[in-house]
């Protein structure tokens, strides 16, 4: 039986999988603001009194704001995908449209030596670890950031 996808613990409503995946963000009607993920109180601005947010997908393209890798494992909650755990970059990408800086994780195999500050990124959707339970596997997938071409 081929195994389930859910979005990863903690991530759930952050982006879409259908038909192409986009973040979900989400915009104040009274002044524009867009945020991401969901602010807990309404809108963000601090000038603006609005308290109801629409839900809006985001830009599926951006550039490289800042970059780094992650060498050492991350503390729990994170769950390593694998028999160990392998280093990974981490980017700050400025959306193409909402000019708004959203963090991700970079796809497998790409390293720190081939990314950019100004790099031209697009969004994808990927499986972060899997697991078993007595209903089968489950894919646990979030968003990724994979250089452009």
Not at 67 to 83: F, I
Request: aromatic fraction near 8%; charged fraction near 20%.
């Amino acid at each position: 039986m081929p195994p389930t996808t859910a979005p990863a613990l903690g991530a759930v409503g952050w982006f879409t999988t259908e038909p192409e995946p986009a973040l979900l963000g989400h915009r104040c009607p009274a002044c524009g603001t867009v945020a991401f993920p969901r602010p807990p109180l309404g809108c963000p601005n601090p000038a603006c009194g609005g308290d109801e947010l629409e839900p809006a997908p985001l830009s599926r393209t951006g550039r490289i704001w800042s970059y780094t890798d992650a060498r050492y494992q991350p503390p729990p909650p994170y769950v390593v995908p694998g028999a160990e755990h392998e280093p990974f970059c981490i980017v700050a990408v400025e959306l193409a449209a909402e000019k708004i800086i959203v963090l991700g994780q970079v796809v497998a195999g790409v390293t720190v030596d081939e990314l950019a500050l100004g790099q031209e990124v697009e969004l994808v959707v990927d499986t972060l670890f899997t697991s078993t339970d007595d209903d089968g596997e489950t894919e646990h997938q979030i968003y990724k950031w994979r250089p452009v071409s």
